[in-house]
């Protein structure tokens, strides 16, 4: 079953370009899924754990071989910080900004600006939200959901 996230066009408008991720040759499938909507993770073809980002071999069972499988998006906020000054340039127009750590119901833990204006807990439900920019990268970030909901 594919999963797709929401797509939003350019939530943080204010965004540099000179902060965009440089990606790997590895990292490559997971962004060219956000760009589909799908949020994709390297599941080990072993132990089928997935791990997050992708290394040379399973965090956890050291096995080579990966797929590229669809996540939910869905999870809870493990972590967070709002930042109230910009420690490179690029992010001054964002202060004050938030960003989440989610673990993710599939297991790891992913890290994303927060989408809203919402007021961020630990144990919040989240859901993983595709940001597309101007230029067309697409990136992930996280809303909160309504509390109560899962």
Known sequence: MTSHLEIRDD???RISSRVRPVISKEMQPHYR???RGQLLLPRCRQCLRFSFPV???CSFCRHVDVDWTDSTGDG???SWARYHRAFLEEFEPLVPYVVLAVRLKEGPVLLGLMASDSIP???RSARAVVERWKDGFCSHVFD???EGTA
């Open 11 to 13: 939530l943080h408008s």
């Open 33 to 35: 899924g956000l760009a």
């Open 55 to 57: 290394g040379p071999s």
């Open 76 to 78: 809870e906020v493990h």
């Open 121 to 123: 807990a630990i144990g």
């Open 144 to 146: 909160l959901l309504p």
